[in-house]
């Protein structure tokens, strides 16, 4: 009870906080704002232990989705529950809590497996910030066992958006044990998409990617090949890699025309093709598609679904997704971080509130 009267003390007392604000095309600010509060019953408020930036944050910042208004960014979040609402049940200050990107009530129709189009669902945004408010946190919210130590924060950070999408293309596409896998995408979440990949058990996982550091990278998450080419030519390398079958299952992080028809024609007939890449000006002719045969499923990722399991493989120390993580910056120093994802200095960026 005395926490719960200091928490609620030290949120009411906070006037203000300072998080990175989107104004227009790489004109990203760390500026002053609102501190958020509780405004629903079910709401929650977390004190930030890491965020980061996401490839998904880089379309507004190069100005490819025009944002209307100065909007606050982030949606990749872990941290300590400082505050909940009168009708939160299974949460209370002081514990460590992962969220996914979407808020979900977990409890509708959507929710059984497809929590991130629950009817209720709120894509998050603010969370490159010190302080977030979270909706739904009953349903969105999962604490670990104890406080983590503090080199686990990164790998359990990469849970709540980039590891549970990588991990979703991977189940989308339908991988198995014994399968072939390809992995289309080189940012952060195919590189987790090759872990995911190799944890369900793949037996061969081809990597597409041309960048050395990121090539080094998929091979310790479990890459078996290594695939240059891009485009019909990186098609033309699969076919040669699979005896001229195809991939059973192939992996779409990227999001573009390339991309997606680079992955649906590396897959065999019969094949999965799990697609995550949020779709810029993807657009599929449905007559060629009707002859490929080939299984599409993708969207957002549903990472409320997975977040309990991939938890506890962070927890026991199976796996280390953290390792995606290649540059550090005090939370101050955002608008650095956009730059080095932007020009590709970075993989992806963990900022410290
Ligand atoms: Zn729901």
């Known amino acids: 009870m005395n926490t719960q009267r200091t928490m609620n003390r030290q949120t009411m007392g906070r006037q203000t906080i300072r998080g990175a604000v989107l104004y227009g095309p790489r004109d990203i600010r760390f500026e002053e704002r609102e501190a958020p509060r509780i405004v629903e019953p079910t709401d929650a408020i977390l004190r930030l232990s890491a965020t980061c930036i996401c490839g998904s944050d880089l379309w507004p910042y190069r100005g490819i989705?025009?944002?209307?208004?100065?909007?606050?960014?982030?949606?990749?979040?872990?941290?300590?529950?400082?505050?909940?609402?009168?009708?939160?049940?299974?949460?209370?200050?002081?514990?460590?809590?992962?969220?996914?990107?979407?808020?979900?009530?977990?409890?509708?129709?959507?929710?059984?497996?497809?929590?991130?189009s629950c009817v209720h669902r709120e894509f998050m945004s603010g969370a490159q910030a010190p302080v977030l408010r979270v909706p739904l946190a009953d349903g969105t919210l999962v604490a670990t066992p104890e406080l983590p130590p503090a080199d686990m924060i990164p790998s359990l950070l990469t849970v709540s958006d980039v590891?549970?999408?990588?991990?979703?293309?991977?189940?989308?596409?339908?991988?198995?044990?014994?399968?072939?896998?390809?992995?289309?995408?080189?940012?952060?979440?195919?590189?987790?998409?090759?872990?995911?990949?190799?944890?369900?058990?793949?037996?061969?996982?081809?990597?597409?990617?041309?960048?050395?550091?990121?090539?080094?990278?998929?091979?310790?998450?479990?890459?078996?090949?290594?695939?240059?080419?891009?485009g019909d030519a990186g098609v033309a390398r699969i076919k040669e890699l699979t005896k001229g079958v195809g991939a059973d299952a192939v992996l779409e992080c990227v999001g573009t025309q390339e991309s997606m028809l680079q992955a649906i024609h590396s897959t065999r007939p019969g094949g999965s093709v799990g697609y995550v890449g949020v779709p810029h000006g993807v657009e599929l002719n449905g007559e060629e598609l009707f002859y490929t045969h080939v299984h599409l499923h993708g969207g957002p990722a549903p990472v409320r679904r997975f977040l309990p399991d991939l938890i506890d493989l962070v927890w026991s120390g199976k796996i280390n997704p953290g390792k995606v993580f290649d540059l550090t910056l005090p939370l101050d120093q955002v608008t650095e971080g956009y730059r080095a994802m932007d020009e590709r200095r970075a993989i992806k960026v963990l900022l410290r509130p």
């Open 65 to 116: 989705s025009p944002v209307a208004e100065p909007t606050p960014m982030g949606h990749e979040y872990c941290g300590i529950v400082e505050e909940v609402g009168k009708a939160v049940k299974s949460l209370r200050p002081g514990q460590f809590v992962i969220g996914s990107f979407a808020t979900s009530d977990n409890t509708c129709a959507h929710c059984d497996g497809y929590q991130s």
């Open 163 to 230: 590891l549970g999408t990588g991990w979703f293309a991977a189940v989308a596409a339908d991988v198995q044990p014994g399968k072939t896998v390809v992995v289309v995408g080189d940012g952060a979440v195919g590189l987790l998409g090759v872990l995911a990949a190799k944890q369900l058990g793949a037996e061969r996982v081809i990597a597409m990617s041309r960048h050395p550091a990121r090539q080094q990278l998929v091979r310790e998450f479990g890459a078996t090949d290594i695939v240059t080419e891009r």
